[in-house]
Structures are given as C-alpha cells and as structure tokens.
C-alpha cells in the first residue's frame, strides 16, 4: 500500500478536529501540521465555511417551519373565533325573531274590541287582588276586589270609554260616586292604560326596543302548570334571576309575572326572616265575552257624588 503523506492523513483528521473529538495526541499532530502547511490550512478554512453555511440553512429551515406552525395556529384560532360569533349571532337572531313574534302577536291580541282581562295579585297571608277589565267597543268597567277567606269584596268599580275625559267610580260599600274629568280622567281612559298588561306593551313601541331584550333576555319554553307552551322570559344578566314572566305563545300576551322573594314575613321585632314568599301576578283574558250590560253606567242616583276637577286645582294652585 501506498504510504499516505501527512497531508493526506492531517486532512482525514480535520472533520475530527473542527468537532473536537480527537484525542490530544492527533490534536497535537494536527495543530503542528497546520502551523507549518498554508495548503491544510486553506483546507480547515473551507470546512469551517461549509459547516457554518450548512448550521445557518438548518437554522433557516426550522425558522421557515416554526413560522408555518404559528400561521397555522392563528388560522385555527381565527376559525374557532368565527365558528363561536356565528353561533352566538344565531342564537341572538333567534332570540330576536321570537321577541319580535310576541310583540306583534300581542298588539294583535290587543287590538281586540271585546277582551276581558283578568289582574290577579297574590298579597300574601290568603289574600288576593284582583282586577278585571271589561272591554267593548270603546267603554270599559274595571272592578276592583279583593278576596280573603272569609270571601271576596268588591272595593270600587270604574267606568269610562276610551280617549274620553270623564271617569266615573262607583263604591257601593259606602254609597259614594266620584266623577273624575278633566286630563287626569284622559290619560285613564288611554287604550294603553285601560289594556295595560307588562312588558309587552313596550316591545310592540319600536324595532330597538325588541333588539335590545333579545340582547338582555334569555327565552325558554315550558308547560308546567299551564298545560300548554309558554315563554319563560328572564334577563339573563340579573345575578339571581329573581324576576320572570311567562308569555303566551298563542297570544303573546303575558300569563305571569313573578318577582321572587318578593315579600318577607319577619319575627315581630326582630330582623329574622320567617318567610319568603313570590310576588305573583297572574294575567287571564277572554274574547269576546264582554256583553253590553258589563259596560254600562248603572243609575247612581241614590248615591252621594262627589267631583274630582285636578285641571281645576291646577288652575287653583297656578293663580295663586
Ligand atoms: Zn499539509
């Protein structure tokens, strides 16, 4: 075999030497031989040149890769941000047209010429108020009783007719009549006033007011005590959902309006409280039922009448 020259095994060694894994002796070799060869020399230069060009384009390359890496990251992300806004616009759009339907069903449900509409407002202790509105072709009775136990007693009862600025109330436990006019008795006799029901009186006012409550309301269904499907409406954003009430979904006119824990009953004397009870209110209507009897004024004349003029004390007060 041919005899290598030094050269020759030097150059087999550099790879080794620009590691640093040889042991000291051919370091050793190799050091002196470069010392003394400018060929060997150059041929060390040329390896260190490779190796760093070849570390700075596996250096480019996983830069190129962490880069994709992040794109495709931020790409999931923008996806599943899209995905989240389209449903939570769905849900809002949903919400929405279901507002929408309840407002325009109950101004529909409203516009009825005979309605009776039926308050009732559980007190507390046995007892409720109730309130019903008889409504016909423009003139109404409202009756105002309250039941107990021992039975129900009727407190007052109220004619007028719509957009008219004469209110007549007739109490006949005491035998008195007090004849309202003037523009207290006009702003009673409003449609809004004489049909008021909650809630959704607003809503059929404008197109914001029903983007809002879509907005704030949370809507549910249910049947429970009703027998047939209704709308739980709550403001999703009240810490303890205290209030609720419930729409007819044929209607849409509310059939309860509930405000939890409402009343407390407490130890006399004390600030313990015995008892937590709702506050309920409860809404009945009927169509076409209302005859013309139950809006008409009975002959008050056995009774003591009394006149109440507020735009005559207002001139009063303003004069003086
Ligand atoms: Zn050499």
Same mark, same amino acid.
């Given at each position: 075999?041919?005899?290598?020259?030094?050269?020759?095994?030097?150059?087999?060694?550099?790879?080794?030497?620009?590691? %640093?894994?040889?042991?000291?002796?051919?370091?050793?070799?190799?050091?002196?031989?470069?010392?003394?060869?400018?060929?060997?020399?150059?041929?060390?230069?040329?390896?260190?040149?490779?190796?760093?060009?070849?570390?700075?384009?596996?250096? !480019?390359?996983?830069?190129?890769?962490?880069?994709?890496?992040?794109?495709?990251?931020? !790409? =999931?992300?923008?996806? *599943?941000?899209?995905?989240?806004?389209?449903?939570?616009?769905?849900?809002?759009?949903?919400?929405?047209?279901?507002?929408?339907?309840? *407002?325009?069903?109950?101004?529909? =449900?409203?516009?009825?010429?005979?309605?009776?509409?039926? +308050?009732?407002?559980?007190?507390? $202790?046995?007892?409720?108020?109730?309130? !019903?509105?008889?409504?016909? %072709?423009?003139?109404?009775?409202?009756?105002?009783?309250?039941?107990?136990?021992?039975?129900?007693?009727?407190?007052?009862?109220?004619?007028?007719?719509?957009?008219?600025?004469?209110?007549?109330?007739?109490?006949?436990?005491?035998? +008195?009549?007090?004849?309202?006019?003037?523009?207290?008795? !006009?702003?009673?006799?409003?449609?809004?006033?004489?049909?008021?029901?909650?809630?959704?009186?607003?809503?059929?006012?404008?197109?914001?007011?029903?983007?809002?409550?879509?907005?704030?309301? =949370?809507?549910?269904?249910?049947?429970?005590?009703?027998?047939?499907?209704?709308?739980?409406?709550?403001?999703?954003?009240?810490?303890?959902?205290?209030?609720?009430?419930?729409?007819?979904?044929?209607?849409?006119?509310?059939?309860?309006?509930?405000?939890?824990?409402?009343?407390?009953?407490?130890?006399?004397?004390?600030?313990?409280?015995?008892?937590?009870?709702?506050?309920?209110? $409860?809404?009945?209507?009927?169509?076409?039922?209302?005859?013309?009897?139950?809006?008409?004024?009975?002959?008050?004349?056995?009774?003591?009448?009394?006149?109440?003029?507020? %735009?005559?004390?207002?001139?009063?007060? =303003?004069?003086?």
């Amino acid at each position: 075999m041919e005899k290598r020259s030094e050269c020759e095994i030097v150059q087999d060694l550099l790879l080794g030497y620009v590691d %640093d894994t040889l042991n000291a002796e051919s370091k050793k070799l190799v050091e002196k031989h470069l010392s003394e060869c400018a060929n060997c020399k150059e041929r060390l230069k040329m390896i260190r040149e490779d190796m760093r060009e070849k570390e700075e384009n596996q250096k !480019k390359e996983i830069d190129y890769l962490k880069k994709i890496r992040r794109k495709s990251r931020i !790409k =999931s992300i923008l996806i *599943a941000i899209g995905i989240i806004l389209v449903i939570v616009l769905g849900i809002y759009i949903s919400k929405f047209i279901k507002i929408n339907r309840i *407002a325009n069903k109950s101004s529909q =449900s409203l516009q009825a010429n005979n309605i009776y509409i039926e +308050t009732r407002q559980m007190m507390g $202790e046995g007892e409720v108020a109730i309130t !019903k509105e008889y409504i016909k %072709d423009g003139k109404y009775k409202s009756v105002w009783e309250i039941y107990t136990d021992e039975g129900s007693k009727i407190y007052s009862t109220t004619y007028g007719s719509i957009n008219s600025d004469e209110v007549i109330t007739i109490d006949d436990n005491n035998k +008195t009549v007090l004849i309202d006019k003037g523009e207290f008795a !006009k702003m009673k006799n409003q449609e809004n006033s004489i049909k008021f029901v909650p809630f959704v009186r607003d809503l059929s006012n404008s197109l914001y007011i029903q983007a809002g409550a879509a907005f704030v309301m =949370s809507i549910d269904v249910d049947t429970y005590e009703i027998g047939r499907e209704y709308y739980v409406i709550r403001n999703q954003f009240e810490q303890n959902q205290r209030w609720e009430i419930w729409i007819d979904k044929e209607t849409g006119l509310p059939l309860r309006e509930i405000n939890k824990g409402g009343s407390m009953t407490r130890f006399p004397g004390t600030d313990i409280v015995k008892k937590v009870s709702d506050n309920v209110q $409860e809404y009945r209507y009927e169509f076409d039922v209302v005859k013309e009897e139950d809006v008409q004024v009975p002959d008050y004349s056995e009774y003591k009448i009394e006149y109440s003029d507020l %735009d005559e004390i207002n001139e009063l007060l =303003s004069n003086k």
